[in-house]
């Protein structure tokens, strides 16, 4: 069983940044890939981003391609999504979420075992 807990997350205008982490417990955090996720209200939750183990193999939603960036520290268990000039369509819930045992991530939620309860980010116009 693994815990996954979000922080970071706020209001900032448009054109701002945020980064987002995840901190992790409960596993050895190496072995899982790891994913970014968000439900903007009355949508779907959709991918964002995900990282393999060694934070070497990334991918990303087309929207926030060139914005957004995933990494990982194996040795604080955490994951960070940082995001730059921010638009208002990125306001959304955003999760983070592990898939144990595969080397690389994945786009597709059913994929992922264990994750978080969100953090809110809202963007201002």
Same mark, same amino acid.
């Given at each position: ?44 939750? =959709?991918?964002?981003? &995900?990282?393999?183990?060694?934070? !070497?193999?990334?991918? $990303?939603?087309? %929207? ?22 921010? =638009?208002?369509?990125? &306001?959304?819930?955003?999760?983070? !979420?592990?898939?144990? $045992?595969?080397? %690389? ?21």
């Amino acid at each position: 069983q693994a815990q996954l807990v979000e922080s970071g997350g706020g209001l900032v205008q448009a054109g701002g940044s945020l980064r987002l982490s995840c901190a992790a417990s409960g596993r050895p955090f190496s072995s899982y890939s790891l994913g970014w996720f968000r439900q903007a209200p009355g949508k779907e939750r =959709e991918f964002v981003a &995900t990282v393999g183990w060694s934070g !070497a193999s990334t991918d $990303y939603a087309d %929207s926030v391609k060139g914005r957004f960036t995933i990494s990982r520290d194996n040795a604080k268990d955490t994951v960070y999504l940082q995001m730059n000039n921010l =638009e208002p369509g990125d &306001t959304a819930v955003y999760y983070c !979420a592990a898939r144990p $045992y595969y080397q %690389s991530g994945s786009r597709y939620q059913a994929d992922y075992l264990y994750w978080g309860q969100g953090t809110q980010v809202t963007v201002s116009s």
